[in-house]
């Protein structure tokens, strides 16, 4: 196995000087990605992708803040995320997801944690909205199952249960299969998971017929990519459209954005 890269110092002093921007114009923020899972599970990972979450009405005061600091900004796609940078070094400013459903709302502040990163005073994204987040990528080149396992495995017996399940609402669905997938995956730890949850869980899905009058694709939610097909061609609305999460403008760049490089 390869070592994992370290961060410089360089590195490090662009990531506290962002912090300290955002602190100083006042700006909620919360820290997620690599340092947040890192906290959860004890799995480091040392990338140049540095996750900033804030709320989507505070977007233009943060790049106002860094514009006066210096940075260049980009509103990279205008439904969930920005970016700051100098030279090399850049942060993601995250106001919601690219399948437009994990909205960064005032829950994710009520419940962040208190921690340090790079030896300064930070919140950090709540596990179960980082579950809620993560739990919904599942594309070719990218599937976060792994990450969703390994925080049910580190938080699961203090998981708040209640509001994970009202977070993926009406797409409860994914959040069994992730929980299914632990169980298969943790056989010694299937407890971590209430029995009760599985249970009410597998009884919604066992109760559930179909839907003939309404032929949504839902595999949009999880991939941009592989159900292009099955709404361009097959005849299935777009769930993103019909579940009012995304419009077609940010559909459309979404979409355009699978073949640039870099792109999350």
């Not at 942060?91 to 502040?109: M, Q, T």
Request: aromatic fraction near 12%.
């Amino acid at each position: 196995m390869s070592a994992l890269p370290v961060l410089g110092e360089d590195n490090i002093r662009f990531y506290r000087h962002a912090l300290s921007i955002l602190s100083k114009a006042g700006i909620p923020h919360l820290v997620g990605g690599a340092y947040a899972f890192a906290r959860y599970t004890g799995i480091e990972r040392h990338t140049k992708d540095f996750d900033i979450f804030i709320r989507p009405d505070d977007f233009s005061r943060a790049e106002s803040a860094f514009q006066k600091a210096g940075y260049e900004t980009e509103l990279t796609f205008p439904h969930w995320l920005g970016k700051a940078y100098k030279g090399d070094d850049f942060v993601d400013l995250i106001f919601s997801a690219g399948n437009g459903v994990a909205k960064v709302d005032d829950r994710w502040f009520e419940h962040a944690v208190k921690e340090k990163v790079f030896d300064v005073d930070v919140e950090l994204i709540p596990a179960e909205e980082m579950i809620w987040s993560k739990g919904l990528i599942m594309e070719r080149e990218r599937f976060d199952g792994a990450d969703v396992a390994h925080v049910l495995r580190a938080t699961g017996e203090k998981l708040d249960w209640t509001r994970l399940i009202e977070r993926f609402g009406r797409h409860w669905r994914v959040l069994l299969a992730h929980l299914i997938l632990f169980t298969f995956i943790y056989p010694s730890d299937r407890s971590k998971v209430p029995a009760d949850v599985l249970d009410s869980l597998m009884k919604r899905a066992g109760e559930e017929k179909d839907d003939e009058a309404d032929k949504v694709c839902c595999g949009t939610i999880i991939s941009r990519q592989q159900y292009l097909k099955d709404i361009e061609e097959w005849g299935y609305k777009d769930a993103r459209l019909e579940h009012g999460l995304m419009s077609r403008e940010d559909v459309h760049r979404w979409t355009a954005g699978i073949e640039v490089d870099g792109t999350k």
